[in-house]
């Protein structure tokens, strides 16, 4: 049974099994309340819309949308990214989206219940790892770098990505990764999804304008 005030969260990830585990890991205590479910952004955004949720738990891998596209579309409320991934450009990317806190899957049910009531407080949670990189990134020597290009997408899109802006075809970007074509193949449809382009054409330009494929 909840109590008056509780914590009302919507969460947002593309595997319905985790869905189930995370609902049963929230449900269970009485200050939260899971009050929505959506498998893609899109039915994320229409949910936050209808249900007004204080606190979207949100997965960045989505079928339909990059997670960092939802972020940035959603307003006025809080939300705790769960995500596999914790490289540095995944981590800064839903930052500067609008997310308050940052875990990587398979925290522990303690520390995910403990983040959801801070980011609901209007708190910022990061886990150990996720926190080691931030503080890398603070501490890294004025002009010891610039910030990457495309931080929604991983370092191997951005590759992958940057190879296409040069030309390549799928089966010259798979000799010179070392991957496979079917490999190279998937990664551009995340490449797509999250730079929301329909073509390779379209990628290409996105990675121009950004300063890929020079040289």
């Known amino acids: 049974m909840t109590t008056e005030n509780a914590v009302r969260v919507l969460l947002c990830d593309d595997h319905p099994l985790y869905l189930d585990g995370m609902e049963a890991a929230l449900s269970c205590v009485p200050d939260i309340e899971v009050v929505g479910r959506a498998t893609t952004g899109a039915e994320a955004l229409t949910l936050a ?45 839903a930052l500067r989206a609008g997310a308050q806190g ?29 926190a080691a990189h931030l503080t890398a990134c603070l501490t890294a020597p004025v002009g010891g770098g610039t910030p990457a290009a495309l931080p929604e997408l991983t370092d191997r899109e951005r590759e992958v990505l940057d190879l296409v802006a040069r030309g390549h075809d799928n089966r010259r970007i798979s000799r010179e990764l070392f991957l496979s074509e079917k490999t190279v193949r998937n990664h551009l449809s995340h490449v797509f999804a999250k730079l929301r382009v329909r073509d390779r054409a379209a990628a290409v330009a996105r990675a121009r304008d950004a300063g890929l494929g020079q040289g």
Do not use: C, H, Q, W
Request: proline share 3%; no cysteine; glycine share 8%.
């Open 49 to 93: 819309a209808e249900l007004r949720p204080d606190l979207v738990v949100m997965d960045l891998n989505l079928p339909d949308m990059s997670g960092i596209d939802a972020i940035r579309e959603l307003s006025g409320v809080a939300i705790l990214v769960l995500s596999m991934s914790e490289e540095d450009s995944s981590v800064l990317a």
């Open 102 to 130: 940052y875990l990587v899957k398979g925290a522990r049910r303690a520390e995910i219940l403990r983040a959801v009531r801070t980011v609901a407080d209007g708190g910022a949670v990061f886990s150990g790892v996720v």
